[in-house]
């Protein structure tokens, strides 16, 4: 099990590093436009329609700066070229995929973050992020429909002797019906990232306020905590154990949310999904506990095997998804085998994705309307 | 008018960039700990028991890394020294103000944050912070007691054709007792930050939390939004005009949570508080509007003449604040002025702090048991 996870993990860990762009010989079109996820008022880094990423950064006597991202150099990365006026500037090699990428800076042999980008906390660091716009990307974008709220909580949690924090979507609407209860989604973040990763690489919050202004699912809750205990967050995964998690996660979280939120309070309208290591994090504690949870999502994250469930566990639903750059064939095959099992679980596969937010994104989209019928 | 506004504003521009420290022959403890704002697992910076700060920053091949913070260099800040692991290390050259600090780094003539510093929006930009503790953190820390959320509410504007952030405050217990209602401040950030500041940089959640436990105050919710509206937000402070965000703050946020929060919607239970710039709006919408709001403070920002209220407004109390490093006196006089009209005003002055946010902290600890009498 714990070779398992290692693997998985570091798998996670290489898939971050490693942007997966494609070379491309078509000439640059040159209608750059600021990233959607730049600072207020900044112009670089720019995107143009062809997901192609351009950098501008001014550090007039610098010898040597490279963009992680991208294709350009022996190690990857972007080299970004000294221009006249001092600022550095250069174009990735090739288009980008479609959403969300991290990235950072390395100035005269010193990692920084690009000035012009908002920050996002993945790879156990706050990173610079950038978003080339995805053909589909009006189901997570920012729209004048009813919009429901993120809160941060701190939960007093004694077995890790610290206020521990979530951050709890509500749906529309619920603080106006205070009578109301809804049903609960545990939704887990990745390694390196914290709590603060599906709602500001993820939009989950935008992607239920769109999906409950169609109709397309009845509201529920959401809540996103840190899936580690202890100093696994300052990077230190070959310690990494699950169980101090699972306490915090059933023990501590669960009764908290369940008191101080309008929650249906019951394993039938409860579900816990993840992504990349909150899905091994998922598989691992909706098997050890499934008396629980009803629905097991997991993104990116891994599988489950008929014999793990048969007789042990009674989900409603299981949904296994990935990008199609990463094991597509994977998690159609284990969903294949639990139908088989007559275990009900669905796939679902982003298309021309990797082992990025864009996956995810898409992947919720899928998963919220099968939960909780 | 406006020409008031600018002088404020470009002092709090000024007091922003000139760090306060001062000058020390005695000698340097060698007892310096991480900062408690840096990154997770991040040594750097550091502060000793002195309030001296201490920089490393891996950059290798870079020529010249200074940083904003401190006294050392001719033009301030502290110039880092390149040592023989290639990386960049420096103290700041005497004790710094107790409290929170903005800072950035400037490598080979570009402005980079501090990649072992938590960010916070500050200046118009994501910037560095450093936390020098004071000998009164207690107030502001965070402990094992009930604790209040914060939550990311998005609301319609009209006005402004978008939808709007604000973070709200809910005291402990508020999702548990689903009749109870509060009243509310309304509370604004300073120029170049934002809705988060007061979160963030101001720990406001943590002070209401420990003074609700401590019994000294009654609990109440905070309202924080974005106190600029368009493109002021990139810094094109020329252009202020304080009149869209009266319309945004009066005619569409209060309404908006005074319907989807349990508030005491009513003048009585209604106080506005702003710090810096987002004292000035306090100061010009209270006098524009006085039929919405009981209680105004101004926490270094601006001061009320006796003429501005008498026979035009009825507070129930007027609070003004400032730094010791700042303007005491003008503080303590305007107060003394209205007292002896007849308003019932209180002065506080923070000692040993300016124009930054350990007196802003402060203000709101005196302020809160202040209201809602």
Redesign the interface.
């Known amino acids: 099990m714990k070779n398992k996870y290692l693997a998985l993990l570091f798998m996670t860990l290489f898939m971050g590093q490693v942007c997966i762009a494609q070379t491309n010989q078509t000439p640059i079109v040159e209608d750059f436009k600021p990233s959607t996820v730049n ?3 900044q112009e670089y880094p720019q995107v143009n329609s062809q997901g192609y990423a351009r950098f501008r ?8 700066v490279v963009v992680s991202l991208g294709l350009g150099g022996a190690k990857g990365g972007t080299p970004l070229t000294k221009t006249d006026d ?1 600022s550095w500037m250069g174009t990735t090699a090739g288009p980008m995929d479609e959403g969300f990428h991290y990235y950072h ?1 390395t ?7 690009d ?1 012009g980008a ?2 996002f906390y993945g790879s ?3 990173e610079s992020g950038i978003e080339i716009p995805a053909h589909d990307k009006d189901f997570y974008a ?3 429909v009813p ?1 429901g ?8 949690s004694k077995s890790t002797d610290t ?1 521990r924090r979530a951050f ?1 979507y ?1 749906p529309p609407g619920y ?2 019906d ?2 109301k209860r809804y049903p609960v989604l545990y939704l887990q973040h990745g390694w390196g990232e914290d709590e603060t990763a599906w ?1 500001n690489q993820g939009h989950a ?1 935008l992607i239920m306020d769109n999906m409950i202004a169609d109709g397309k699912i009845k509201p529920f809750i959401i809540v996103m905590t840190y899936g580690m205990t202890n ?1 696994v ?3 230190k995964i070959r310690s990494f154990d699950i169980k101090p998690f699972q306490t915090v996660l059933i023990e501590e979280l669960i009764p908290y949310v369940d ?4 929650t249906l309070a019951n394993q039938s309208n409860r579900a816990m999904a993840g992504l990349s290591m909150g899905g091994m994090e998922t598989q691992t504690i909706t098997l050890a506990r499934p008396d629980v949870f009803s629905y097991y999502a997991l993104l990116s994250g891994g599988t489950y095997k008929p014999e793990e469930i048969k007789g042990k566990a009674n989900p409603k639903l299981i949904f296994i998804s990935c990008g199609s750059r990463e094991n597509p064939d994977g998690v159609k095959n284990a969903v294949a085998d639990l139908n088989a099992a007559g275990i009900k679980a669905v796939s679902y596969v982003s298309e021309n994705t990797a082992h990025e937010f864009l996956t995810w994104r898409r992947s919720l989209r899928e998963l919220a309307p099968l939960l909780f019928k």
């Open positions: 600072q207020p008022g950064v001014a550090a007039p006597q610098a010898q040597n001092g800076l100035i005269d042999g010193g990692v920084f973050n000035p908002l920050n156990v660091r706050w920012l729209k004048d919009h709220n993120v809160q941060q909580v701190l939960f007093p206020s709890i509500t603080g106006k205070t009578k709602s919050n100093e967050k300052f990077g008191v101080n939120f309008r």
